[in-house]
């Protein structure tokens, strides 16, 4: 299959700071990714889709001006945490689709983030 | 009702046997339907997918779809502990997006 990267694996921030996290697709172009995010024993939660070149859609409730996501290219999307709170601690995972495969969705390993 | 539904387990099954996972969904316009494996503390990973009715074999995994009963199901051959995650059934909407069931946890005891 496809392989997603993630950087980094795991981030501490202290509440206040901001954070950007790196999703690459390594072989494949991706129009699309999405961002995720997933609390302790739950379920993914879709944050927003993100399309190359254009604005990234939010779901309802995701503030767009705290999360901010850009994808510049058609192998790199970033999700920045803007002024994190404790309660943004959680596990946040990008999605790529590939467009030479169905389309079928690959997940990259995963962010762990602990804002203190 | 929600749109893509399974059962949330604990699924236990004794190590050899077979597991069979189950997922309903509401959207008759899906087209593409996914099984994603998940360990704990790690991200999901596409183990299948199937696409037109009947069974798809890989390995100790099959698929099946019945898109009349809007149906899909995971069977696990000769299971074993390392097999033990939760698995996440999708349906991609026609528009494309993956709608997620919140997964059967799947525990198989040696």
């Known amino acids: 299959g496809a392989v997603v990267s993630q950087h980094p694996s795991w981030v501490i921030c202290k509440s206040g700071t901001s954070v950007k996290i790196e999703c690459r697709s390594l072989?494949?172009?991706?129009?699309?990714m999405f961002w995720y995010r997933q609390f302790p024993k739950q379920s993914l939660m879709l944050m927003a889709t993100?399309?190359?070149?254009?604005?990234?859609?939010?779901e309802q409730g995701v503030e767009k001006d705290k999360f901010l996501i850009n994808h510049a290219s058609l192998t790199l999307s970033t999700l920045t945490v803007t002024s994190a709170h404790p309660e943004d601690s959680s596990f946040y995972i990008c999605s790529a689709r590939d467009p030479l495969y169905r389309y079928e969705q690959y997940f990259g390993p995963g962010t762990r983030l602990t804002v203190t | 009702q929600k749109e893509v539904e399974q059962n949330s387990g604990p699924l236990s099954v004794p190590e050899g046997a077979i597991a069979s996972l189950n997922c309903t969904y509401s959207d008759r316009g899906s087209q593409s339907f996914f099984w994603y494996r998940q360990y704990s503390g790690k991200s999901p990973e596409l183990i299948m997918s199937i696409y037109s009715n009947g069974d798809k074999e890989d390995g100790r995994f099959t698929a099946q779809l019945n898109k009349a009963s809007q149906y899909v199901s995971l069977l696990i051959r000769d299971s074993q502990p390392s097999d033990s995650a939760t698995y996440l059934c999708a349906v991609r909407r026609s528009q494309g997006n993956l709608i997620f069931g919140k997964g059967t946890k799947l525990s198989v005891k040696p």
């Open positions: 072989d494949f172009q991706a129009t699309t």
């Open positions: 993100s399309n190359e070149g254009s604005k990234a859609t939010y």
